[in-house]
């Protein structure tokens, strides 16, 4: 037992000795700046306050913050609303096609992620061929702006996490039996009803991931709403670098990114408890 | 169906004008000025100063990927490793440490590694950048490695055993051979995500350490955006090659030897 | 057993190539010289010059801001040799220890500078601590036709017509003094009333404008992205140099009040090249590098014998050389110790604000 013992230590010491040093340590240490102040010189002071955090709760605060969540779960719901009839497309198409269109999809997600916001950047630019084009239509006026707005950022948000939306949808669609639907059929249910009814709730799990991976990311964003955002459509991410780069107020940054940290955590802490919950009445919830 | 194929487009229509536009006579994006080819000749010459600095923040960025993934890639098989074979309270403890990263914004990891660094007094630089992206690649690495764990097929291992192997041949012999694929998967994941990061970098980063990511930031901002575009193609050009070449490689390899 | 094969070949091969990698990464054949600096602020070949004299590598990194560049020094980036600060920013560096006292024997082209110069303008009379690099003024650009007629004043910030099409500096001091010059106040103002009263002026700007920029004006206004921006005078000129042919720029210092600066160059006391830094420094005031920085960046360099050197039109232009009757307008930003935090404040409000 001691040797097996001695083993599990030797094997597990190198990840857990590196995540814990440069992960959960600095995660703590930015925890415990945010209630320190802020020394004259830009640095971190003596001694410890709530000073930051009062400053934290301003009045202008909230509208970011608030901002940060509805882009965020906007981006979610129209990436689940788009990878849906992907993946249950894709799921339907034979294996060999279907490996190929997968291969498709993700192949323009092999540029560099911040070359793609560029892309993004150049394509909205306001004497770029799209706005020349909307303004020959009659769409737009010669001086509006497409970027620097919040649309830009969430267009641009939804570009960059819907491939996060179709993988995991299509590895559940892909897990679903379409038979089902075809039961649903034959028992008189209508196209809508049946793909509404059979086949969402069959991919739920899938639906569950994508909310998770692109929900929490995109709670973080800098770099798009920075590129393509203007000082309105500014989000959490950046009050934090602006924090720490430009007014260099490191514990007000701390506390900022304390706030997102708990912001992020309450819903893994929520499903942890609850998949608990699951395991203790144990068996699965009825539908 | 349709929709679907909205999709497509949306997901092309910025890399098909990307590549279109880095042929565009003009150093700023917008109106089209006419064909030319002088923005690859000013990259492939490598002679003015902005085509300097983007080649070496290619050799940075490449730098930091390989020695990140080279750490993660051991790291992370061995935490897969541990997680899949011990089923103890340390290994509950060791998957929450390995699959928080994965769910944590970027910023966060930032600025957490910058306050540690600026704690320490730890100089930023290329080291810096490489703790920080080795940081995040143990987990995905150890998550993919952990998905092929789940198919692997222990009795080979007990067969050794009882042949008598030792662990050392059972490790080197048996279960990296097997696990190679995962690892290799896992290991290109990494490198991915290490070039392709831009937040942590930016955070990170100290004197003459910019990777490419943080060089076509501050290309935007001052310099010729339509560089931009011309490196764009020239590496969509190699990932394609690379995707096509390995697929190849692949594919022959599945079919002059079966899987185990 | 072919799998494992090439799994080990995988293995090796990446850590050959991380190995070649990061040793040409790091090998120091050539000795280097690390400068951190404003976009856009050397000659061509001003540098390709200095590499051939001096046999080294120039590595030149960039930063948008005083506060932006000051914030990564203190966050650990060390490595840099010349550092390029505006005065006021010097002087606080030098206040914090950062940089070195200078040994005047190794830059023997100091003798070159403009004394009216060093009398009028220089915050660091002495040469202390700092080497005077350019100077210049902080003024409205804009596209003449696209604005129509306009007034040569800050209020052209107030023009909701142009709304999305025009920026302002991402620079606390400049754009605080800018509306502090608005309201007829001094710019070095240390009376929060009057701060505040410029950070409600710049909430309402802020209101028309598309981003805070320090550096995606210059390129913005090239395109046409932008129609008027706050910039910096020799960069506009470099712009109007390179813009379409169609675009007209022009470039005005507002009637109420205007900043006018100094960058200087300092060497960091933790410069790992001290050497190459004085050679550096001396360099920029031989007198014809002087001269082809200014002629390339528009910038005023306040080396007098440069000034046989740059053709007369540059001579006689007023938006690099500014008439007496001109510097009365303008106020140069000084430091001001702690009651810098009146102003980050307010800063911060109107940026979080609506």
Same mark, same amino acid.
């Given at each position: 037992m001691n040797q097996r013992k001695w083993r599990e230590w030797a094997i597990s010491l190198p990840s857990m000795g590196w995540l814990v040093f440069f992960f959960v340590l600095p995660t703590l240490l930015v925890c415990s700046i945010a209630f320190r102040p802020r020394s004259i010189n830009g640095g971190i002071g003596e001694g410890w306050t709530f000073g930051t955090w009062l400053d934290v709760l301003q009045p202008s605060y909230p509208l970011v913050v608030w901002r940060t969540l509805w882009l965020s779960a906007a981006t979610t719901v129209i990436c689940l609303l788009l990878a849906v009839p992907v993946a249950y497309w894709l799921a339907r198409l034979s294996r060999e096609a279907r490996n190929w269109m997968l291969l498709l999809i993700i192949l323009p997600f092999w540029t560099n992620f911040l070359i793609r916001v560029f892309a993004w950047w150049s394509l909205l630019h306001s004497e770029g061929w799209l706005k020349h084009t909307l303004v020959w239509m009659g769409?737009?006026?010669? @001086?509006?702006?497409?970027?620097?707005n919040e649309w830009a950022v969430l267009l641009v948000l939804v570009y960059t996490y819907i491939p996060f939306a179709i993988l995991p949808l299509f590895a559940s669609a892909e897990k679903f039996d379409f038979g089902l639907l075809d039961a649903a059929r034959d028992l008189g249910a209508g196209k809508l009803r049946a793909f509404m009814s059979v086949f969402i709730p069959g991919i739920s799990q899938g639906m569950i991931t994508a909310f998770v991976v692109v929900f929490i990311p995109a709670l973080g964003s800098y770099a798009i709403p920075e590129i393509v955002g203007g000082p309105q459509s500014e989000m959490i991410g950046n009050k934090i670098a602006q924090k720490v780069?430009? @007014?260099?107020?490191l514990p007000h940054a701390s506390a900022l990114a304390t706030l997102l940290a708990l912001v992020v955590l309450l819903p893994v802490i929520y499903s942890i408890i609850t998949q608990r919950k699951q395991k203790r009445t144990g068996g699965t919830k009825r539908q | 169906m349709l929709v679907s194929i909205g999709v497509m487009v949306f997901l092309y229509a910025p890399i098909v004008v990307l590549v279109i536009f880095?042929?565009?006579?003009?150093?700023?994006?917008?109106a089209w000025h006419g064909w030319t080819l002088r923005w690859y000749r000013q990259l492939l010459e490598a002679q003015s100063v902005e085509a300097r600095d983007i080649w070496r923040a290619t050799r940075n960025t490449l730098s930091v990927a390989f020695c990140a993934t080279a750490i993660s890639m051991v790291f992370g098989t061995m935490a897969a490793w541990a997680m899949h074979r011990f089923k103890t309270r340390l290994q509950s403890a060791h998957q929450m440490l390995v699959y928080a990263p994965l769910v944590v914004p970027d910023i966060l990891m930032g600025i957490s590694l910058l306050m540690l660094f600026v704690n320490m007094s730890v100089n930023l630089g290329l080291t810096t950048i490489i703790i920080a992206h080795t940081t995040f690649c143990i987990s995905y690495v150890a998550l993919v490695v952990l998905g092929r764990l789940q198919d692997f097929d222990h009795t080979l291992v007990d067969a050794a055993r009882d042949l008598g192997a030792n662990g050392f041949s059972v490790c080197w012999r048996i279960l990296l051979p097997l696990l190679g694929p995962g690892i290799a998967a896992g290991g290109l994941l990494a490198f991915t995500l290490s070039v392709d990061d831009f937040v942590i970098t930016f955070f990170t980063a100290g004197p003459g350490s910019t990777t490419l990511p943080v060089q076509v930031y501050s290309m935007m901002r001052h310099? !010729?955006? !339509?560089l931009i575009n011309a490196l764009s193609v020239i590496f969509i050009i190699i990932t394609f090659s690379v995707v096509i070449f390995s697929q190849r490689i692949l594919q022959k390899r599945d079919t002059t030897h079966p899987h185990i | 057993m072919t799998v494992k094969v090439s799994t080990i070949k995988l293995l090796s091969g990446l850590a050959i190539g991380a190995a070649a990698l990061l040793f040409s990464a790091c090998s120091k054949a050539t000795p280097e010289l690390h400068i951190y600096n404003w976009s856009d *602020?050397?000659?061509?070949?001003t540098i390709r010059a200095f590499e051939a004299k001096y046999n080294c590598r120039v590595i030149y990194d960039v930063f948008e801001s005083n506060e932006a560049m000051y914030a990564k020094l203190k966050a650990g980036?060390?490595? *840099?040799d010349v550092v390029f600060p505006t005065s006021y920013q010097a002087y606080m560096m030098e206040n914090e220890g950062m940089i070195e006292d200078l040994d005047l024997s190794k830059i023997?082209?100091? #003798? $070159?500078?403009d004394p009216k110069f060093l009398k009028t303008?220089?915050?660091?009379q002495h040469l202390r601590y700092s080497i005077p690099y350019m100077s210049g003024t902080t003024g409205i650009a804009l596209i003449a036709d696209k604005v129509g007629d306009y007034e040569q004043? &800050?209020?052209?910030?107030?023009?909701?017509?142009l709304k999305g099409r025009i920026t302002l500096l991402n620079d606390y001091r400049e754009v605080l003094g800018a509306a502090l010059k608005y309201l007829g106040?001094?710019?070095?103002?240390?009376?929060p009333a009057y701060v505040a009263e410029a950070g409600e002026v710049v909430k309402r700007w802020k209101a028309n404008i598309a981003k805070f920029a320090s550096d995606e004006y210059k390129p913005g206004i090239a395109s046409g992205e932008f129609y008027v921006v706050q910039g910096y005078s020799g960069d506009i000129m470099q712009v109007m140099d390179e813009a379409a042919e169609d675009t007209q720029i022009d470039y005005f210092l507002p009637k109420e009040g205007f900043s006018f600066w100094a960058d200087d160059m300092v060497i960091m006391?933790?410069?790992?090249n001290k050497d190459l830094a004085y050679a550096f420094i001396n360099f920029m005031h031989d007198p014809q590098v002087a001269a082809n920085n200014m002629e390339f960046t $528009? *910038? &005023? #360099?306040?080396?007098a014998a440069a000034y046989e050197l740059i053709p007369t039109e540059l001579l006689e232009n007023p938006m690099v050389f500014l008439s007496d009757e001109q510097m009365e307008k303008g106020e140069q930003i000084i430091p001001l110790g702690d009651k810098d935090r009146i102003y980050m404040d307010v800063w911060s409000k109107v940026k979080s604000e609506e």
């Open positions: 769409v737009a006026s010669p @001086d509006t702006q497409l970027l620097y780069f430009v @007014d260099r107020n | 880095s042929f565009n006579d003009s150093r700023y994006p917008g310099g !010729t955006p !339509t | *602020y050397f000659a061509e070949d980036a060390t490595g *840099y023997p082209n100091a #003798a $070159n500078i303008v220089a915050l660091d004043s &800050w209020n052209i910030y107030d023009r909701a017509d106040y001094s710019l070095n103002t240390t009376n006391k933790d410069a790992p $528009n *910038y &005023w #360099a306040p080396n």
